[in-house]
């Protein structure tokens, strides 16, 4: 079973980056799945009906998302309708929507988990102990476990890699926007990369217009985010599953960069 993940859609560039390069790599490729963060699919930041449906145009099978997911107020009237739309799962029990889900595929369930990190990020639950909860929901129900882990330092998706090393069978951080080389099958068989990148606009920072950046960081004043346009970048991992034995064989980096738009 091939499984491709893609990191955070921002904005019209994103989705339009999206929608372009998905069915040529589920055609290329022998993708079965494909799981993206649309945090920020609308406007750079939160998800619009307008926006999900766009993703699940563009080849989305299951969309994450993370710290960004109510951004845009729209999502309250479908967030819990949705059933392959998660948002992490550390938030409290009474928040709308719903950290995980099971995908079918064939033969095959296909959990997929959506946690934040608490470094330098909102204050939530205690993402390795809730990662707990949701494998014992999920041990019964589900083939292959994937996490999408929406973090902001290294070192705690690295340490949520090692933790959930051998119990689940890819662990991906999302968030930072930047694509990180360290994809890896860990000691005991999980695949890992610390960030899947971002889906948006290439000549920006992490999609938002330079010079509203460059004024934020220049005046220390208040500046709005406008996202930006032109050519897009996009990126992800393709994850290799053992059809028989349900082992991740292999992780491979995917950044393809756009040359004009």
Not at 8 to 27: I, S
Not at 64 to 70: D, E, L, P, V, Y
Not at 169 to 186: N, S, Y
Request: hydrophobic share 40%.
């Amino acid at each position: 079973m091939r499984i491709l993940m893609v990191g955070d859609v921002v904005g019209r560039t994103g989705r339009r980056a999206f929608r372009k390069y998905t069915p040529v790599l589920r055609k290329e490729r022998g993708v079965d799945l494909v799981v993206v963060n649309g945090e920020n699919s609308a406007g750079g930041k939160g998800i619009t009906r307008k926006s999900l449906d766009e993703l699940y145009q563009g080849g989305a099978d299951v969309v994450t998302s993370g710290n960004h997911i109510w951004d845009k107020k729209d999502v309250l009237e479908f967030v819990d309708q949705e059933p392959f739309l998660i948002r992490p799962a550390n938030y409290p029990d009474r928040t709308p929507g719903k950290g995980c889900c099971v995908y079918p595929f064939k033969a095959k369930n296909v959990g997929i988990l959506n946690l934040s990190g608490r470094a330098f990020m909102p204050a939530l639950d205690d993402p390795f102990q809730k990662s707990e909860e949701l494998l014992r929901e999920l041990s019964d129900s589900a083939d292959i476990l994937l996490l999408d882990f929406h973090a902001e330092t290294t070192s705690e998706k690295m340490a949520m890699g090692f933790y959930l090393d051998g119990r689940v069978h890819a662990v991906v951080g999302t968030h930072t926007h930047i694509q990180t080389a360290d994809e890896r099958i860990l000691p005991k068989g999980t695949a890992y990369i610390t960030d899947l990148g971002m889906t948006g606009a290439w000549n920006s920072v992490l999609g938002v217009k330079t010079e509203l950046i460059l004024r934020k960081f220049l005046t220390a004043m208040p500046v709005r985010f406008d996202v930006a346009e032109g050519p897009a970048v996009y990126s992800g991992i393709l994850l290799e599953i053992d059809d028989t034995t349900n082992r991740t064989q292999s992780i491979e980096r995917i950044m393809i960069r756009e040359e004009k738009a």
